[in-house]
């Protein structure tokens, strides 16, 4: 009972204003494809459209996030004797690697449309677009900020 109210707890503190923007452990950050134009942006000063786009990352993840309590629930449920003996022989992050390997591609899952859907369909997607179509008037290597570019799967 204590682990499942522990994960539903979770769920809803990271679901809140902040939940992942206001925590420096799980705050998302620009994407490894976007690391240059980050780099670019805030070389001339133009930081700000990396901020509000970052900003709008970890918004869309908040609204993502209510609901992955059931997700460690069921890792949880699913612990074998073996898992759980291993995990109280292990080191630090033991329970944070088993519970990684187990729920990983499911998270990813209920995650990349969601996230993926409030930047490319709503007023986020401008901050997106601001900072890309900015990074194109300083960089030769321009980004396709149109409808088959940034909200493409391959966007980047």
Request: proline residues 3%.
């Amino acid at each position: 009972m204590l682990l499942r109210v522990g994960t539903d707890s979770s769920a809803r503190r990271l679901s809140k204003l902040n939940g992942f923007f206001g925590d420096a452990a799980i705050k998302v950050l620009m994407p490894e494809e976007a690391k240059k134009v980050e780099s670019t942006l805030r070389s001339f000063g133009m930081g700000q459209y990396v901020d509000k786009a970052i900003l709008s990352m970890n918004r869309a993840a908040e609204d993502a996030a209510s609901g992955v309590g059931n997700i460690f629930w069921d890792a949880i449920k699913k612990m074998s004797i073996t898992d759980g003996l291993q995990i109280l022989r292990g080191g630090d992050f033991a329970a944070t690697d088993y519970l990684k390997s187990i729920t990983t591609k499911e998270l990813t899952e209920k995650f990349r449309p969601v996230i993926g859907s409030i930047t490319c369909k709503s007023r986020r997607y401008k901050y997106w677009k601001d900072m890309f179509t900015t990074h194109n008037q300083f960089s030769a290597k321009q980004v396709n900020t149109g409808p088959y570019g940034l909200c493409h799967p391959k966007g980047l």
